[in-house]
């Protein structure tokens, strides 16, 4: 068999979707698939009311096989057989409780629709108490600072605040779950037929950035300090991980179940997961002191540095640097905002609450004609807001926007932050406040650049990939302006799931290190945004307008808190 004629899967779990690539080891796409998350999709297990995002494994279950199978039913048979590895990435920080196996309690018929037994997604922001619980204590007790390696703040989207507040909150799970584990652990540990959690291959990129482990600490953060947050932590680090694995490391074969099911041969090897923005920069082609930003519903800055070079340097505010968590032998920087793709979303559906609501009662309409109407709107909202607000003049509007309609997530968490909209008059008008929460969104992204560079570490281009970078010419162009910065688009449209297989293919022990597949197996980049000086010079005064109005919100937010 030549080197050419060998394959590889990524897989890619989003917060909507699942979607897998079958690749040659060239970088050749052959075939993609996506799968919708079913009960995610229907709305359950989520309460927006109060930052309560869950998701059941069935989806995750069901996408993995949908998605496998969807891709091997358009290739010839021949190329089943030349499929040497498959690795997964999923969104992150996502733990879900497990028993002795490595099982997820929602898997058990006493807990099937309970969302405490469920993955709690990235977004999930019910832990913000306990987030604050896990600083408190940090700052004020004599023992090592577990929070010098993820920015100094930890968040409640984040591993051990999420841990706690299931626990407090449902004696049922506490009393039932052994251990957690992230959901890119558990999707190899699945595959390969793990039925031992102790045994799992944990990942570096999730355990580091979202658990606090690090090689200084050996390992978790002590027994001690995790009693000092609450007794009910006790005995469960015991129960977790001391070692952690890069995701060119190989967590086992596929079992004969997941063989079956699948249609694919038991010598196919299995990685070691992470989290999607961090494959996801290796598939867009990452290079040192390039900020690789994964654009979605949220954003996620991935930054690689060499270790001689920022080793020693900490970084305030970010998600954590860890040592290998996104190319094996370099520092990995993590930032993000909570919230991009997610604003201009809650935007379109308050100006679709009136459209739904008034044209659902229409008594002039069939009700075939109102789910038309209401659909064509709906699909048409963002691009039609686009097209007006590309053709405002800089002097028909003064609004200006927070984007913290999720919180705040880099730099410095804070969860508790809300969004705001200034310098509304009677002609202001949807247009005019679109093109105000863009901006606002790309203000956010400068405040992460501005810190990194503050903080001593350089940056030398922006690299974007994902939906937004991808589709939103106007959006790329004002982020292009606001960080007087050239922006490089990735080609394809599934870097992440690219990146997964780039690391598949190292896995296999095709290319030699992950090095190597990026460059043997990367795509390039399609387009560029150029920022125009005239825009960046007037950005330049808006931003400075974003911050002071943000460190007011800020200060008054917190005030009404104590």
């Known amino acids: 068999m030549s080197f050419d004629d060998q394959y590889v899967i990524g897989i890619d779990y989003g917060t909507d979707s699942v979607r897998a690539v079958l690749v040659q080891v060239t970088g050749n796409l052959l075939n993609e698939a996506v799968h919708y998350y079913p009960r995610w999709s229907d709305g359950k297990y989520i309460d927006p009311s109060i930052n309560m995002f869950r998701q059941h494994p069935l989806d995750y279950l069901e996408g993995l096989e949908a998605t496998v ?103 049922q799970i506490r ?35 979202k658990a606090m482990w690090h090689e200084e600490f050996g390992g978790l953060p002590s027994e001690e300090f995790l009693q000092n947050i609450d007794p009910l932590l006790g005995g469960l680090r015991d129960r977790l991980y001391e070692k952690t694995y890069t995701s060119d490391q190989v967590v086992g074969s596929l079992s004969e179940k997941w063989s079956e099911k699948l249609g694919l041969p038991t010598d196919v090897y299995v990685g070691v997961g992470a989290f999607d923005a961090h494959m996801g920069a290796v598939g867009g082609e990452i290079e040192p002191y390039h900020l690789s930003k994964v654009m979605g519903t949220s954003t996620c800055d991935i930054l690689v540095a060499p270790e001689e070079e920022a080793g020693d340097k900490l970084v305030k505010g970010i998600c954590g640097q ?130 990194f560079e503050k903080e001593g570490i350089p940056i030398k281009g922006i690299i974007g990939l994902g939906g937004v970078a991808r589709k939103s010419p106007y959006i790329m162009q004002i982020l292009a302006d606001v960080l007087n910065m050239p922006i490089k688009i990735a080609k394809t449209d599934q870097t992440v799931a690219l990146g997964a297989a780039m690391f598949a293919a190292t896995v296999a022990g095709l290319y030699d290190d992950i090095e190597k597949a990026k460059d043997g197996m990367g795509h390039g980049f399609d387009k560029v945004y150029q920022p125009d000086p005239e825009c960046a010079k007037r950005y330049s005064e808006l931003y400075d307008e974003y911050k002071t109005v943000g460190q007011l919100i800020e200060n008054h937010i917190m005030n009404s808190k104590k």
């Open 69 to 171: 199978k969807e891709l091997l039913s358009k290739v010839e048979p021949d190329v089943i057989n030349k499929i040497k590895a498959i690795s997964v990435d999923t969104t992150g920080s996502t733990p879900v409780a497990v028993d002795k196996r490595g099982v997820p309690l929602a898997l058990h018929d006493e807990f099937k629709e309970n969302p405490n037994a469920m993955f709690i997604l990235w977004k999930d922001h019910t832990a913000v108490k306990e987030a604050e619980e896990i600083n408190e204590l940090t700052r004020n007790w004599d023992g090592v600072d577990y929070t010098k390696y993820v920015g100094g703040i930890y968040s409640s989207e984040w591993f051990w605040a999420k841990i706690l507040h299931t626990i407090r909150e449902d004696k």
């Open 175 to 209: 009393d039932a779950a052994y251990s957690w584990v992230e959901h890119c652990d558990w999707i190899p540990f699945e595959l390969t037929g793990g039925n031992d959690v102790l045994k799992m291959k944990r990942s570096r990129c999730a355990a580091g950035h």
């Open 322 to 451: 860890v040592d290998g968590s996104v190319i094996p032998g370099m520092l990995g920087l993590e930032a993000g905002q909570s919230a991009f793709g997610d604003v201009y979303a809650w935007f379109k559906d308050v100006l679709m609450w009136p459209v739904t609501n008034v044209i659902g009662e229409s008594g002039i309409l069939t009700d075939s004609q109102k789910v038309q109407v209401i659909q064509e709107a709906g699909d048409n909202m963002i691009k039609t807001l686009t097209e007006k607000a590309r053709l405002l003049d800089d002097d028909e509007t003064s609004i200006m926007a927070l984007d913290w309609l999720n919180g705040r997530r880099t730099p410095d968490a804070n969860q508790l932050l809300k969004g705001a909209i200034w310098g509304l008059d009677l002609s202001s008008d949807a247009p005019k406040i679109f093109k105000a929460l863009v901006e606002a969104t790309c203000f956010g992204a400068k405040l992460i650049v501005e810190r």
